[in-house]
């Protein structure tokens, strides 16, 4: 693993937030590697697109991934801070390390899975956090129904 | 809430499991109610019928309940401790209470979920967990596949 880019794993999820930026949805974007580098699945955020709350960019790459026996030789790449849905996933299936695109804009259960002995690795990406940012100023309806939060009171 | 009785709501959740193991599935069911007990989703563990290790009883429920602005005021009924995973969902989105079958053939998150606030009715249910053990007993293979452990060592 350690001759593995970070930034080039992160650059497939990127590429899914961005489509899902495109078809009007949350643009969150994960994928599902093999520790040799290898794409399992990847995926991105499908609340707007498939009216689905259950699909969030982790656990659509997850999914799109199929079964496997284990995942102990898996990497989870997310253009964002997994939420506690998506960190109880990684938690769960044993997914050994996850790379983050950047947690400015929302910081979810990363560093309760690094105290259950995840490795993070958090790469504060400029381009993913401007993508969520504007989405977030955006939508703020779309992004707090996603994280299951009331928007805060207009100032 | 207080005239709902938890076994009925538990009745539903049943039902999916025993769908679940008729179709050869990993038998655990889940449903979303609203606090004054109508349903709002059912489904069931599919990792078998769809080949899909997202979908765990507790999030097909909630995806069958579809996009709802908050779940503050929901109830999530469901034949098994839920997994980290599940445990995760019902924390992002502020699912207030989790009646649950039956933790003696597995238990998840609820008490992670009951520090963290949410109500936990465990109601030690027999039928749950004969279900469920007989299960583990049959397909230790699938059992242990869906919660990404190794299955022990035969003695």
Known sequence: MDEIDPAALLAVALDEAR??????????????FGRDGELLGRGRNRRVQDGDPSTHAETSAFRAA?????YRDTIMVTTLSPCWYCSGLVRQFGIPHVVIGEARTFS??????????VRITLLDDPTCAEL??????RRPDL???DI????PARG
Do not use: K, N
């Open 19 to 32: 489509r899902g930026a495109a078809e009007g949805g949350v643009p969150v974007g994960a994928a599902l």
């Open 66 to 70: 199929g079964r496997r026996p284990h």
């Open 108 to 117: 979810g259960g990363h560093d309760w899975l690094a105290g259950h002995g």
């Open 132 to 137: 969520m940012a504007g989405f977030v100023r």
């Open 143 to 145: 992004w707090f129904e």
């Open 148 to 151: 299951g939060e009331d928007p």
